[in-house]
Every structure is written in structure tokens, then in C-alpha cells.
């Protein structure tokens, strides 16, 4: 990495003694995009650092894409005096391992694989418009004025398909996101197959037959309404407002076929402010067990720090999250078994819209595309549902968890299955 | 503060040089970027707590027939421009590597701006606009830097300081107070923007009897205090864009989509709008795009790659940073004055009240009391040709009974007299096809390309229209 962080620690020594953080990242990422008559390729490195401290009684934030003008943000930000009132928490010491510099490996060129998947699962109804693949590597360091320094790498990669479905006059333009391996491996077979349901399902389908009935949720859909509901558990902000709305006397969420971990191993051996991570059930068997805590929160709260600070950005403060949440079933089924265990309801797909979560009023809104179900099988495609309702009650209503968990890469990564609920209404 | 990061004094016939030779089947620019932005959170009259980020960028990119490539680098002076063209070279196999500089970098003027001093005024702004009502309001002031140099043209550097607010305050209802939240930007004139900013929260605060919910079912709209800038922006701005995929538009250039009297274009150069730039971020002139011409569609939104000698870029090309690749996208969205006046369209109401009215329209970028009268369809059935014809039995006017806007006899003589006095004939004035029936001579709003909002139905609307037009 090219920082050199040393003026920018002299700085912060002289201002804010040991109470100071210094967070660089460096992200170095490859894309091929491309589109029917386009072939974008691009090569980034984005570097940046940001700083935490406490002057004169009140923390203070500042970033920047290099040291230099790091260390004039810092002057320019002290100059504010308009700093945060919470006092920047106690910041941990301790000492990890450097991580090597990125090699990022430019992904391969997928289009036409995907394009003849996606003709032939439409039998010629929808086409691919475009194609994005982006891959590469994290390096974030930490160091702080207690006397912590260490560094965390890791690989990311995500794709974008976008297809247009056609019937005589009308076209519908779909979208799909999905996570991308190492070197921009891909399932192409997977996201055709998504890409044809999402383009034709609105041409074909017809609203749903039912008023209400059980729902069948794809993943897809399970990890949105999982990454929605995420925030309930994350720092003090929402505190209240679980135990108020969420949990029953005897503090259970869901239905005790529902786990909910949040799993970080993946990240590194600390957090994004340089606390230990482990793995946690946050609800287990449909029982609420712990918060996930940044420093910050963790200190307002009086809990221990449980090593959940993320930061989606350098440019913005660190705050309680989630690296992975993921949704475990206790007695897992196949897909095929849920599915023939409807006897009359809706397999929601794909989300039409975002999904809507109303986490202060306790209420959903969902708008999905799918199939409508009978007798556990197949009975005609549906173009637009929208299934709404309390969000504790969906969570409570679920019958059955998949096997089939799969990673999504949403604001932050979300690994969900199939999900069965028992009770739902649709309009 | 506004002023950082300051660029650094850069060799511009160099960085050509070293560019030029990557543009040989194609063309090939360097884009470089250097931003600020500060972050206020206001909380009840007080700053509760502030961010600032300082950064620059450098990306070189390069043509070579369908192919494009872009390297990024983090460095926004002469060695970061020199890393992002060596990989680019490499990329794209040639042999014009830049050597390296030994010229040592020129010291930037510093800026002596009192950051403190925007940052009080601003906030006791906010305190008196909402007096002592309760408020939370984020306030972002960014300033880019943005300078482009592209192989066989001259280079080309703007700035652009915007300042936008977002939040909510404690209103007083008929219902009692409730929180109302509100969201807008404006361009930073050299006064800081503080007077627009006073006249729109001033306006804010004044408020009005608070939203009532839209009605259920087929109504008429008007598209008030820049309103239908929105609407336009959805329906027409995007699908125009050259990149856009299937767009229901792309078929149905020059057909007519709506009265002669709409005239929509995309103006980048109106520098007092927030969307404002005089270069597009490939080098490209800003210019007046017409979107809607005498209520005909006209041509698409192109950037540099999308075009060809007879259709060239329409100034366009926009990027998010310096790490991205451009794209056509539009700028500020302006509607021409019509022909009525808003008390005209108002009097030709017929399904809701103006309580109702005023609460469906929001307040967007642009001058404050322009109207656009819209009529949104309910479920359709049938061709759109045989709606716009009256339906095989021709009893009545499709569109009165498909729930479309048809025109009143006043609102029509408004329209021929409007049309003589522009010179035109009486036979343009003919019952508007699409969902617009109608724009006021007040109608000037604009609204930034960057914003989001959502136009149920409006593009079915318009497009069955243009169709049925055809």
C-alpha cells in the first residue's frame, strides 16, 4: 500500500494524545462490461483513509484519498468545531498481521455463454442486454492511538445481467444481481435461468388468483426481506422497539425453525475498528439471543463490544452492521419438498420493486412476481402480487426453511434459502 | 473549505501528448477529478455533529472500436495521469508509454476560506426558518473540480459547488403537528446560495394544510411548482437516453406524442440550475437538447461513444467520478410555457379540490409557480388506436371514457388563442393524445438529472398515446 500515514499520525498525536483512529483502504478492482454493441473494460485502483479523534471534548470525522489532503481535512474539520457530542468510544490495542498487496484477476468474457443460455431456457422470448462482471481485493488497515495496528484483506466480486423479454408489442427490461468467485466465476446456468423468469414472468403471468393462501419465498426474495430486517438487531438505535413490537413474552422473534447468525469469518480476524469477530446467533430457534455492536453503540448501551463495525465506505464513519447475515434452518428441506407442501398460495420469485420495511410500524410490503400454486403444483404464472402485512407475524408464520442457501450481495452480503410461510395476503 | 481539494498546476500539452497517441483508431481523453464535501447534521438549531472528505481521481480511457477501456488511479496530478496512461497502454497493446516527469510539481494557491463562517451562517439559517418548531435537517455542501483533456482537442475544467438539504420538521396541521420531510438542491451561486436557500425554506416553513391521500381511482393531476419536471424526467428524460434498453421511445422518433404547445428540453448550460455545466465530462460543449419539440419526440441524449458523424454528442456525456465510465445521461430538465394559465387549469378541474391539488405536487428545482396539467389513465382496454379513435362504436371520445383528459371547451379557445398568437394553426389544438393535457405560460421548472422520482403508469400513458398518434 502507498500510504505513508506518518504526518497524518503526528497530526492526530498532537491534537488528540492516544485518542485517535486512522483507517486506510485500498480497493483494487477489474470490470468487463458488455452490452450488444459495447465492451467496457475497466482497471481502478481507489485508495482512501479517513480519521476518528477527540478535540477539546468532542469527536471529530475526516477522509480523504490521500495522506495529504487527509491531514488538511483534519485542520479544515477542527476548524468547524462542529463535532459529535458522543465521545469517540475506547478504541482497542493489539497487533495483526499486514496482509499482501491485491492481485486482482480481470473475469472473463461470459456474455455470449450467458446470452445462448438465456435464448434457449426463453425459447427466443427474452435476450441479454448487458453483461457486467466485477472482481478484485480489499486491503483496509487500522491503527489507532491505543496502540493497535493491523491490516484485513479480502476478495469481492458481483455481476449485473440485464435482459429484455419481448411479446408482440410490450417489453420488459429485468435485472439480476449475483455474487461472482474468483476470477469471475460465475453459475451462468443459474443467472439465465433467473433472468428468463424475471423478463417473461411479467409478459405471461396474469394477477394472482388468490386473495390469500401460503407464501413461498425465492431466495432471492428471503434476502431482501432479511437484509430489510437487519437493522432491528444492530446497535441501540431500534433497541426499544424489538422488545416493544418484535419479541413475545418469552423473547422469541420467529418461528424455531429460524436461526439468524451473523457470520464475519470471512472479513478478517477484527472489525473495521479493529475488535476481535466471531461468530454469532443473533436469533436462535426463533429466540432473540444478542445485538450486534460497534463501539460506539456498544458503549451508549452498556453491552460488550461484539465486533460489528462495518464500513461500507472509507468516507463514512464506522456504524453496527452485518459482514454476512445468514438465515439458518433447523430442519432444513429441499425446495421441491416446500414447494409441494403448498396447498394453495404464491412462489414469489423475484422482487418487482424494493422490498418495503416499515420496521417502526411493524409492516411489510412486498411487490412480486411468481407462480401461483395449488395442490402443490404449478398452477399459472402470476405478473404482479404484492403481499403486505406485519412484519413479526412473517416472521412467526414461518413453516419451512430450504437447503438451498444462497449468497446475495446486497448493501452488505446476505445468505438466505427458500422460505415457507404459513399465512400470507395477497393483493 | 468549498475550494479544496485545490488542483495542482498541471503540464496541459504534456498530459495531450501522452494521451494522443491511445486515440488512434477511436478517440482517447484523460478525466480528472478533485471534490470536497461537508456534511452538517442540524438538529434543532444546533450542529450536532459534522464530516468532511477531501478527494481527487484520475482516469484515462481509450477507444478502439467497440472496445473501451478505462484505467483509474487515486493520484489527481501528472504521476497519477502517468500510472492510469502506462496501464492503459499496456491494455490496449501500443508502445506510447509516457516517460516519466521530473518536473516538480507546482504548489497549489491555498484557499483562506473561514470554513466556520458558511457553516454558522447556514445553520442559524435553518434555526430561523424553522423558528422554534422541531427540526432535523442534513446539509451537504460539495464542490468538484472536474477537468477533461482529450486527444486532439483543446482541455476543458469546471467547477461545481451544489448544496443540498434533506430532512423533516415538526409542521403545524389541520390534523395537529406531524413531521414533513423535504429534500432539494441548488447550485451554489457566489453568494453562497443563502438567498435561494432563505426564499425556499421560508416557503417550507410557511407550509400549507399538510397531505391529504391521493384519491383512489382515475383522476386529474396538475403538476405544479416544477412538478412536471419530475414526470418528464421519468417518461421522457430516461428512456432517451442512448444507452437505455428497449426503450418503448426508441421506435418513435418525430411522432407526435402530445399538443404542440409541450416543449421539453434538456439544458445543461442553464448554469443557475442544479444540474448545470458548461463541458460535459468528455470535453463536450454544453448544449440545449430537445427532448419534445411542438409536442414531437425528438432525438436521443448521446455522450461520445454513442454517436456517429450525423448524429453527434449532444454534450451528455456524464461520469459519477473519475472511476467510471461515461454514459448519455440527461442535466436539467426544462419545460417551455404553454398557452393557459394556471387559474385557467384549475378552473377546469373536475374530480378533486385544491387542497388536494397543492398536496400532490412537489417542490423541485426551479422557479416556483409553473403548472402542467396531467390525467392519469386507470385500466385500459382495447388498441390504443382504437382508443384515440372513440372505439369501434364512436359514440364518445375514447379517452372521456377511458378516464383521459379531455380538454374543455375554455381550455381549448385558451389554446387557439394562445396558438394564434404564436402564429400557428387552429388544427394543432387537437385533443392531446398522451396523458399531458396541458401546460401554463408560467411553466419554467427544471430539475437535476440526478434526482429519483417515480411516475406510476406515465410512460404506458405517453406511449399509447405516441402510438396511437402515428
Known sequence: MSFAVDPVRQELSSRAGERWEIYSKRTVATELRVAAAVREESERIEEGCAARWEERGQSHFAAASSPALLSEAIRDTARLGTGGSPTLPALPAGTFPQPDEPRPAPPADAFEAVAQLLASESKGQARLTSLAVTCGEIVERIENGAGFAGGRARLFGYGNARGVGIASERRVTADVVFPVGPGGAFDSAKVAQSLADRSLLPLKGKACPFQRGELLLDPSVSASLLAATLPLFCGDAHRMLLSRRYLDRNGRFSSESVSLLDDPSGEGPFDAEGVPVRRKEVVGEGLFRTRLHDLGSSGRSGENPTGNAVRPSFRLPPRAGSALFALDGKRAASATELLSSVTRGLYATALAAPARVDLENDAYRLEVEGWALQAGRVRSPVAAATIRGRLSELWRGIGGVGNDRRIFPLQFLVSAPTLFVTKATFS | ?470
Open chain 2, 1 to 470: 473549505v468549498s475550494h479544496r481539494p485545490a488542483p495542482p498546476s498541471l503540464d496541459l500539452p504534456l498530459l495531450s501528448r501522452w494521451i494522443e497517441p491511445l486515440a488512434k483508431e477511436g478517440f482517447a481523453d484523460l478525466f480528472f477529478e478533485w471534490k470536497s464535501e461537508l456534511h452538517l447534521s442540524v438538529r434543532d438549531g444546533s450542529i450536532g455533529g459534522s464530516t468532511l472528505s477531501l478527494e481527487g481521481a484520475v482516469s484515462a480511457r481509450a477507444r478502439r472500436g467497440s472496445r473501451v477501456i478505462l484505467t483509474a488511479s487515486p493520484r489527481a496530478d501528472e504521476t497519477g495521469a502517468r500510472d492510469a496512461v502506462r496501464r492503459l497502454a499496456a491494455i490496449l497493446s501500443s508502445s506510447n508509454f509516457p516517460k516519466s516527469t521530473e518536473r516538480a510539481a507546482a504548489e497549489a494557491p491555498s484557499e483562506t476560506e473561514d470554513p466556520a463562517r458558511w457553516t454558522k451562517k447556514v445553520s442559524s439559517l435553518i434555526a430561523r426558518a424553522f423558528e422554534n418548531r422541531p427540526h432535523r435537517v442534513e446539509v451537504r455542501r460539495r464542490h468538484s473540480t472536474r477537468l477533461v483533456v482529450p486527444a486532439g482537442r483543446p482541455p476543458s475544467r469546471h467547477d461545481r459547488p451544489r448544496v443540498s438539504l434533506h430532512g423533516e420538521f415538526l409542521a403545524d396541521t389541520r390534523g395537529g403537528p406531524r413531521w414533513r420531510a423535504f429534500n432539494f438542491h441548488l447550485p451554489e451561486a457566489d453568494d453562497g446560495a443563502f438567498e435561494e436557500l432563505r426564499q425556499r425554506l421560508r416557503s417550507l416553513a410557511a407550509g400549507g394544510p399538510g397531505p391529504v391521500p391521493p384519491t383512489s381511482g382515475v383522476s386529474d393531476v396538475i403538476l405544479e411548482n416544477g412538478s412536471a419536471a419530475f414526470f418528464f424526467h421519468e417518461v421522457l428524460s430516461h428512456p432517451l437516453e442512448a444507452d437505455a434498453p428497449a426503450s418503448k421511445l426508441s421506435n418513435l422518433h418525430k411522432a407526435r406524442l402530445c399538443p404542440r404547445e409541450i416543449e421539453v428540453a434538456d439544458e445543461p448550460s442553464r448554469l443557475d440550475l442544479f444540474g448545470g455545466y458548461p463541458v460535459d465530462d468528455e470535453g463536450v460543449p454544453a448544449r440545449r437538447t430537445p427532448l419534445l419539440s411542438a409536442g414531437h419526440l425528438a432525438g436521443p441524449l448521446r455522450d461520445r461513444l454513442r454517436s456517429d458523424p450525423l448524429h453527434p454528442s449532444t454534450g451528455n456525456g456524464r461520469r459519477p467520478s473519475a472511476f467510471d465510465h461515461a454514459a448519455p445521461r440527461g442535466s436539467n430538465l426544462v419545460v417551455g410555457p404553454g398557452g393557459a394559465s394556471e387559474e385557467e387549469m384549475l378552473r377546469i378541474r373536475r374530480r378533486i379540490g385544491r387542497s388536494r391539488l397543492r398536496s400532490i405536487s412537489t417542490p423541485v428545482s426551479g422557479r416556483p409557480g409553473g403548472a402542467a396539467r396531467a390525467a392519469r389513465t386507470g385500466p385500459r382496454t382495447g388498441t390504443p388506436r382504437r382508443r384515440a379513435r372513440g372505439g369501434a362504436r364512436g359514440r364518445r371520445p375514447a379517452a372521456r371514457r377511458q378516464g383521459q383528459a379531455v380538454p374543455s371547451a375554455r381550455l381549448v379557445r385558451a389554446r387557439r388563442e394562445g396558438a394564434a398568437r404564436r402564429g400557428r394553426s387552429s388544427r394543432d389544438d387537437r385533443p392531446p393524445h398522451a396523458g399531458v393535457a396541458a401546460v401554463s405560460g408560467a411553466m419554467d421548472a427544471a430539475v437535476s438529472g440526478a434526482m429519483d422520482a417515480a411516475v406510476s403508469g406515465a410512460m404506458d400513458a405517453a406511449v399509447s398515446g405516441a402510438k396511437a398518434a402515428r
